[in-house]
């Protein structure tokens, strides 16, 4: 395990892996964030120990908590702050377009990058939400590439471990991204489109869990989810395609009033979710 570990933005992932370390490690936690109140409300809580971008040159390893948008331009910034040899690792949710754009600036200057996507999250955001429970028993997604140092690969495993994940995934920035359309984003799609039925408003009295399984990922930040989206828009509109293809299959056989043809597509959807694990 590094010994310092900074991370640029204080947010609920940010905040999260902030106290996770400080629970679990006895690493030291450099907090970087633009928003001075996120900073004060993590030291208040003890989850840095150093907070600035002057505290970079300490770092082992860097973790950009940060929107897809904003992790390249914070390294291209700062990039020459931070001793050669460097681990630079990221949390966002696409990858092709991060590692694209970050694993270059970090050859340039002497550094190593390694995409990361921790599966773990919240309908709320910011530091009030960091939770240092918030990874045990997730999955830990790393996207090495041909130019990834199998040291880098080692070091992050042992950090999710040290955060209370279950398992680490290693796969290539492409898979993810093809994976995540269907297990990530779709859902947030689904949810986005149920909540939109004129019945959503009188829902109160004639839901239980089927509403609330599907509706409760609905709640999301609109800014990042948008840049999420259009960063994995060819894999995202094929998984929006299928769904499409599958509703329609459904629907034309209630309007039919074919019984056959519709027991024959939901037991589909009951075989196909048997077959798989939860």
């Given at each position: 395990?590094?010994?310092?570990v900074?991370i ?12 996770a370390l400080?629970?679990n490690?006895?690493c030291?936690?450099v907090?970087?964030?633009r ?5 004060s409300?993590a030291?208040a809580?003890?989850a840095v120990d ?6 970079l040159?300490q770092?082992?390893?860097l ?11 914070f ?6 702050s931070?001793?050669p ?6 949390v966002?949710?696409v990858?092709?377009?991060v ?10 200057h002497?550094?190593?990058f390694?995409g ?9 955001s ?5 939770d240092?429970q918030?990874f045990?028993g ?16 080692d070091?992050?495993?042992?950090l999710?471990a ?12 492409e ?7 269907f297990?990530?984003q779709?859902?947030?799609?689904l949810?986005?489109a149920?909540v ?8 109160a009295g004639f ?7 599907v509706?409760r990922?609905a709640?999301?930040?609109e800014?990042?989810?948008t840049?999420l989206f ?25 309007a039919?009033?074919?019984?056959g043809?519709?027991?024959a597509?939901?037991?589909?959807g ?6 798989v694990?939860?």
């Amino acid at each position: 395990m590094v010994n310092t570990v900074a991370i640029a933005g204080l947010g609920l992932i940010g905040g999260s892996l902030a106290l996770a370390l400080k629970a679990n490690t006895a690493c030291t936690v450099v907090g970087i964030d633009r928003d001075e109140a996120a900073v004060s409300a993590a030291r208040a809580a003890g989850a840095v120990d150093l907070a600035g971008r002057e505290a970079l040159p300490q770092a082992q390893l860097l973790i950009l908590a940060l929107p897809p948008a904003a992790a390249a331009p914070f390294l291209r910034e700062h990039a020459a702050s931070l001793p050669p040899g460097t681990l630079v690792t990221d949390v966002c949710g696409v990858k092709r377009a991060v590692v694209a754009a970050c694993e270059p600036v970090c050859r340039e200057h002497g550094l190593v990058f390694l995409g990361g996507h921790p599966m773990a999250g919240k309908e709320t955001s910011g530091f009030g939400s960091a939770d240092a429970q918030l990874f045990r028993g997730a999955s830990y997604i790393l996207t090495p590439t041909p130019d990834t140092p199998p040291a880098a690969v080692d070091t992050m495993r042992e950090l999710a471990a040290a955060l209370g994940c279950a398992r680490v995934t290693v796969a290539s920035p492409e898979e993810h991204d093809r994976m995540i359309a269907f297990t990530s984003q779709l859902p947030h799609v689904l949810a986005g489109a149920y909540v939109k039925s004129p019945c959503c408003p009188k829902h109160a009295g004639f839901s239980a869990g089927s509403y609330r399984d599907v509706s409760r990922v609905a709640s999301v930040d609109e800014k990042l989810w948008t840049q999420l989206f259009l960063m994995n828009g060819d894999d995202l509109c094929g998984e929006i395609d299928t769904l499409i293809e599958n509703l329609r299959a459904c629907r034309d056989a209630i309007a039919a009033k074919d019984a056959g043809r519709l027991e024959a597509v939901l037991r589909e959807g009951r075989l196909r979710k048997e077959s798989v694990s939860q």
